[in-house]
């Protein structure tokens, strides 16, 4: 038994807010078990500049964890001077995780802005950014598609994450921080609906691990992603019933 009392293979419970701020196209707060994070989508008119003229649109994540998420008060970059390189890494991985499901060029030259704050921290914060962003980036989607409407639907896929763990000798699903902490063996997996990988992270913490873990900690996240993905079908329901139906837009280039 765990110490929250789950089971090995068990998530922590998953509670989701849409449309919790006003002013952003899509925001979502999303809870799962004591890791809060607030997820929003804005989009802007113009793309950088290596995409100007390309008539393709570009997707962009920023996280970061608010001072008082952690047990010991967390600095703010701006008083430190310098942008923490935890953060970078993942707001490039949710940067990466929400790109691999859109059609950029259905989007066209604009900007889609994800911004994930972390209001608690207990384990899983990036895998909980990607699923908060991914319900606010499809009501954005849907909520630009009542005055754009897209030729295609740009959201291609669902995307997942979730974290798997070897604390002890137990592999263990969603590793909340005091599991995290104690973890000989650490991943994270990025998935989508068809069952293809977006990306896997995994480190031997304390020692190496072999191929055979490895084959158990994946076959175990993948139980967790499939989970996750049916929690987002439900929650999202009629607003997810355009996902899946582009499969390969060919772009104003062609
Ligand atoms: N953590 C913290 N302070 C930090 C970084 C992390 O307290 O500066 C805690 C927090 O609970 C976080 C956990 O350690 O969720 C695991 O951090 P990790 O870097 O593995 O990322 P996460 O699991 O949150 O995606």
Not at 11 to 33: D, M, N, P
Not at 123 to 151: P, Q, W, Y
Not at 211 to 224: N, Y
Request: hydrophobic letters at 40%; proline letters at 2%.
């Amino acid at each position: 038994m765990r110490i929250d009392g789950r089971q090995k293979n068990e998530l922590r419970k998953i509670h989701i807010i849409r449309s919790f701020t006003k002013y952003a196209l899509g925001s979502v707060f999303i809870e799962q078990g004591d890791t809060k994070v607030v997820c929003t989508v804005m989009i802007e008119d113009k793309v950088p500049p290596f995409l100007k003229g390309s008539q393709e649109g570009w997707l962009t994540a920023e996280y970061n964890m608010l001072p008082s998420s952690t047990i010991m008060r967390k600095q703010r970059d701006i008083s430190k001077g310098k942008i923490d390189g935890r953060s970078t890494e993942i707001q490039r991985l949710i940067g990466r995780a929400l790109r691999s499901v859109i059609d950029l060029k259905v989007i066209g030259e604009k900007t889609i802005w994800i911004d994930c704050d972390v209001i608690q921290a207990d384990g899983g914060t990036r895998c909980a950014s990607i699923i908060g962003s991914f319900i606010a980036l499809v009501d954005a989607i849907n909520n630009l598609d009542h005055t754009n409407h897209f030729e295609v639907y740009p959201v291609k896929n669902f995307v997942s994450a979730v974290s798997v763990g070897i604390v002890g000798n137990q592999i263990y699903l969603d590793l909340n921080y005091y599991e995290d902490s104690k973890a000989n063996v650490d991943m994270n997996i990025v998935m989508t609906d068809d069952d293809s990988i977006i990306e896997i992270q995994g480190t031997g913490e304390e020692r190496p691990f072999t191929i055979l873990e490895k084959d158990r900690l994946f076959e175990l996240a993948l139980e967790g992603t499939k989970d996750i993905i049916l929690l987002e079908r439900d929650l999202l329901g009629k607003d997810a019933i355009r996902i899946g139906e582009n499969k390969g837009y060919i772009g104003n280039k062609q």
